[in-house]
C-alpha cells in the first residue's frame, strides 16, 4: 500500500483541494482492498484517465482491468446516491449488482470490440436510495487502451436525464388523462381512470378515493404488489393555499403512502390514497403528479354527479308539475268563483310552496355548477339548459297559482278508488311530510255516479282543513266503502259509495261542530280561510244525491263522511289502479313507431322502450309518421301523443285506420277527456307514465293485435 503523499504525486497534478472530494477519497483510499493495486502501479494509461476525469465538470465513470473495478469523479458520485464512496476501486458487480446483467454486457461488448456505445434516454434499474427506480440516462462508453494497443478499461460519460423524461411523458398521460375523463359520464368510472393510472405510474399496490368522515370504499389490490404490514406515515397538509394540497414528509423519511386531501373554501371535501407496499422517498415531482391526476379527476367527478342531479331533478319536476297542473284543472275547473277562493288558496298555496322547495335546490345547483366549472363549454350549455327548464317550471307554477275557472257540476260513473290512488302523491304534499297518509279501499267497489273533478276538489278540501288541525302531525285516513241505505232521513234508499276521512287533529266542541258547514264559518282567521270549504263539500254531496256530516270531540281528532249514489249499470270506466308492478319484462322483438312533437318526452319514451326489447322508429310529427309508415312495413304499432300541432294524434288515427285497419294503436294523452273527439276507438296511455307502464300498455297492445290476426 502507497502512503498518501505518494498516491496524491501519482494521480494528481494540482492540488488536492482543486481535484474535489472523489480525489481527496482516492489518495486515502486502502488500495490493498482493490483489484487495481497501488496507483504506483498503475498504468500510464489508467494514470492520464484517471486525472482527465478527476479534472472533469461531466459525469464519469471509469471501470478498468478484468475486474472492471470502478473509479468515478464528483460529477458522477451523485448519482450512485449511498454507494458512495463504497464502490471507489472496488469491481462493479459490487455496487452495481442490481443491473449487472443489463450494464456488463455493454462494457464486455466495448472491451473486446474497441467501438464506442452510445444512447439516448437510455433506461437502467438502479438502487441508490435505499430502493429501486428506473433513471434514465444519456451515455458513451468508449475503451481505454494501454500504451501496447490492449484493452485496458471503459470510460463512461453519462448525463441523467430521468426528470425530463417523466417530465415528458406524465405530461403526455395528463392530456391522455384529460382525453379519457371528458368521455367520462360516471364519477365512479373518472376516479378509476386516476387510479388506473397513478397504480401504472407510481407503482402503487394500493388506491382509493373517500369523502370526508366517510369510511373508503374497498381498496383496490393489485396481485404481487400488495405485501404485509402496510401503513400510512405520511399525514394531509392543513394549509388551505391552494385546492390540492401535498403530503407532509421529511426529505430523508422512506414512507408508504401518499394523502391528497382535496380542499374547496379551506375545507377538506374529500382525500385520495396512495400505498405501495415497499416504502421509499416520494419526490416532489411524484406528488404533484398525483395531485394533478386527483384534481382532474375530482373535478370530473364533480362534473358527472351535477349533470347526472341535473337530469333528476329536471326531469322529476316537470313530471310533478305536469300532473300537478293537470289535476289542478281537472279539480278546478268546474268550481264557482265564491267556492274556489278557499280551496285554490290552500291547494295552490301546498303545492306551489312545495315546487319552489325543487326550484330552488335546482337553481341553486345550477349556479354553482355554472361558478365552478364557467370555463367549460360543455358545462356552460348543461347549466344553460338546466336553467331554462326552471324557467319554464317556475311559469308553470305562476300560472298554476293564477288559474281559476267555473264550470257546472257534471256527474258521471265514476271510479272512485282510481280517482283517490290518482291523486295520492298531490295530497301527500298537500298534508306535508309531518301527516302520515293512509288510504283504505274494499274490493269490488261499485261505481258512484258523481262529477269527478268536484269529487277530487271535495277530497282535497277536508285533506286541508284535517291538516290545518294537525300542527304538529298526525295521521290522515281516507276510507271508501259501499253501504246500503234504508230509513235515513238525508238520502234515499239505495247503495251508496261512503267515504270517510278520518284525522287524528285537535277536534272540534259541539258549538263549533254545529257551525262548520255554515258558509263563511272558519276558525282559522282571515289571513287563513274563508270558511267555504266544508260548505262546498257539503254542497257538492247534496246537489249529488248523497249527504254529508261530520263526526268530531276536542282532542280526538274529526271524521268526514260523505255518501255518494251508487251506479249499479254498465260503463266503460278504466279500472282502479292497484300496487304497480315497476318491472320491465324483456319483449319479443318488434318494430313500433312513436310520434310526438316535443322532442324530450319523445327520446325518453323510446330510451325506454329500445331498454326493453323493441327497436323504436321516431317521428316528430302525425305527417311525417304517415311517411314513415309508408316506408316501414315492419312497423307492428303506432304509439302516438294526442296533443300535436299541425295532424293531432287522433287526426292520424284516423288516417291511418283507413291506410291499414290491422295496425294497432296506442293514444298517449295528458287530457282527461277525449272520447268525443277520437273517432277511432283506441286504447290509451296517460302523461306521465314510467318504464314499466308504457312497456305493459305496448305489449298488451301487440297481444290484443296478435290474437285478433289469429282469429281471423
Not at 97 to 120: C, H, I, K, N, Y
Not at 264 to 280: D, E, K, Y
Not at 574 to 592: C, I, S
Amino acid at each position: 500500500m502507497s502512503t498518501p503523499s505518494i498516491a496524491n504525486e501519482q494521480l494528481c497534478s494540482q492540488p488536492s483541494t482543486d481535484m474535489g472530494h472523489v480525489s481527496e477519497l482516492l489518495q486515502n483510499c486502502d488500495w490493498s482492498r482493490s483489484p487495481l493495486g497501488a496507483p504506483a502501479a498503475w498504468s500510464a494509461s489508467l494514470k492520464t484517465t484517471v486525472r482527465m476525469m478527476l479534472a472533469s465538470h461531466a459525469q464519469i465513470v471509469l471501470f478498468w482491468g478484468p475486474d472492471l473495478a470502478a473509479l468515478y469523479n464528483d460529477a458522477y458520485a451523485p448519482t450512485i446516491g449511498e454507494k458512495h464512496p463504497g464502490a471507489l476501486g472496488r469491481p462493479a458487480v459490487e455496487s452495481w449488482t442490481e443491473l449487472w446483467d443489463d450494464l456488463e454486457p455493454l462494457l464486455r461488448r466495448v472491451m473486446e470490440t474497441g467501438e464506442t456505445f452510445s444512447a439516448q434516454d437510455r433506461p437502467f434499474y438502479i438502487e441508490r436510495h435505499g430502493y429501486g427506480e428506473t433513471a434514465y440516462f444519456d451515455v458513451s462508453y468508449s475503451a481505454v487502451t494501454e500504451v501496447d494497443g490492449s484493452m485496458g478499461g471503459v470510460l463512461c460519460i453519462v448525463s441523467e436525464t430521468t426528470q425530463r423524461v417523466l417530465s415528458t411523458r406524465r405530461q403526455a398521460l395528463l392530456l391522455d388523462l384529460e382525453d379519457q375523463l371528458r368521455a367520462a359520464n360516471d364519477a365512479e368510472h373518472a376516479q378509476q381512470i386516476a387510479e388506473h393510472l397513478l397504480r401504472r405510474e407510481l407503482e402503487a399496490s394500493i388506491t382509493y378515493f373517500a369523502e370526508p368522515g366517510a369510511l373508503p370504499k374497498t381498496p383496490f389490490q393489485d396481485e404481487g404488489l400488495t405485501g404485509s404490514g402496510v401503513s400510512s406515515l405520511a399525514q394531509p397538509s392543513s394549509h388551505t393555499g391552494g385546492a390540492f394540497t401535498r403530503a407532509q414528509r421529511e426529505a430523508s423519511d422512506h414512507v408508504f403512502e401518499i394523502d391528497v386531501p382535496v380542499l374547496r373554501n379551506g375545507a377538506v371535501i374529500g382525500q385520495f390514497s396512495l400505498t405501495r407496499s415497499i416504502p421509499r422517498h416520494w419526490t416532489d415531482q411524484e406528488v404533484d403528479f398525483a395531485r394533478s391526476v386527483v384534481e382532474r379527476a375530482w373535478n370530473t367527478a364533480e362534473r358527472c354527479r351535477a349533470e347526472r342531479a341535473l337530469h333528476e331533478l329536471n326531469s322529476e319536476l316537470e313530471d310533478r308539475v305536469a300532473q300537478a297542473l293537470r289535476q289542478k284543472e281537472e279539480a278546478l275547473d268546474r268550481i264557482h268563483e265564491m267556492q274556489k277562493l278557499e280551496t285554490i288558496g290552500q291547494l295552490t298555496g301546498g303545492v306551489a310552496h312545495d315546487f319552489n322547495n325543487l326550484l330552488t335546490p335546482i337553481m341553486g345547483a345550477l349556479d354553482v355548477v355554472a361558478h365552478l366549472q364557467g370555463s367549460d363549454p360543455r358545462i356552460n350549455r348543461l347549466t344553460t339548459a338546466g336553467l331554462q327548464a326552471a324557467e319554464r317550471a317556475r311559469t308553470l307554477i305562476q300560472r298554476l297559482l293564477a288559474f281559476a275557472r267555473r264550470q257546472h257540476l257534471q256527474a258521471r260513473p265514476t271510479d272512485l278508488g282510481s280517482l283517490v290512488f290518482g291523486i295520492e302523491d298531490l295530497l301527500a304534499r298537500t298534508l306535508g311530510p309531518q301527516i302520515r297518509l293512509e288510504i283504505e279501499c274494499a274490493p269490488d267497489l261499485p261505481l258512484a255516479m258523481a262529477d269527478p273533478n268536484q269529487f277530487e276538489l271535495a277530497l282535497l278540501n277536508l285533506s286541508v282543513n284535517a291538516r290545518d288541525a294537525m300542527p304538529e302531525g298526525g295521521k290522515l285516513e281516507i276510507a271508501l266503502s259501499d253501504e246500503r241505505v234504508a230509513g235515513q232521513t238525508h238520502l234515499v234508499d239505495g247503495q251508496y259509495l261512503r267515504i270517510a276521512v278520518s284525522d287524528t287533529g285537535s277536534g272540534m266542541d259541539t258549538q263549533t261542530l254545529r257551525q262548520a258547514i255554515d258558509p263563511f264559518f272558519t276558525t282559522k282567521g282571515k289571513e287563513h280561510g274563508t270558511g267555504l270549504g266544508l260548505s262546498m263539500v257539503h254542497g257538492f254531496a247534496v246537489q249529488s244525491g248523497g249527504h254529508f256530516s261530520l263526526i268530531s270531540e276536542p282532542g280526538r281528532g274529526t271524521t268526514a263522511l260523505l255518501w255518494l249514489p251508487a251506479f249499479l249499470g254498465h260503463a266503460d270506466v278504466e279500472p282502479r289502479p292497484g300496487k304497480v308492478d315497476t318491472r320491465v319484462r324483456r319483449t319479443q322483438p318488434a318494430t313500433v313507431l312513436l310520434v310526438d312533437d316535443e322532442e324530450l318526452v319523445r327520446s325518453v319514451a323510446a330510451e325506454m322502450l329500445s331498454d326493453a326489447g323493441y327497436t323504436v322508429l321516431q317521428a316528430s310529427s302525425g305527417y311525417e309518421a304517415i311517411a314513415v309508415l309508408g316506408k316501414h312495413p315492419e312497423i307492428k304499432a303506432l304509439i302516438t301523443d294526442y296533443a300535436m300541432p299541425g295532424l293531432t294524434g287522433a287526426e292520424l288515427a284516423r288516417q291511418v285506420a283507413k291506410l291499414d285497419p290491422a295496425l294497432p294503436i296506442l293514444m298517449i294523452t295528458g287530457f282527461a277527456a277525449t272520447d268525443g273527439k277520437i273517432a277511432i276507438k283506441t286504447p290509451r296511455l296517460s302523461k306521465p307514465f314510467g318504464q314499466a307502464e308504457l312497456v305493459r300498455a305496448v305489449d298488451s297492445l301487440l297481444e290484443h293485435s296478435q290474437r285478433n290476426l289469429d282469429a281471423v
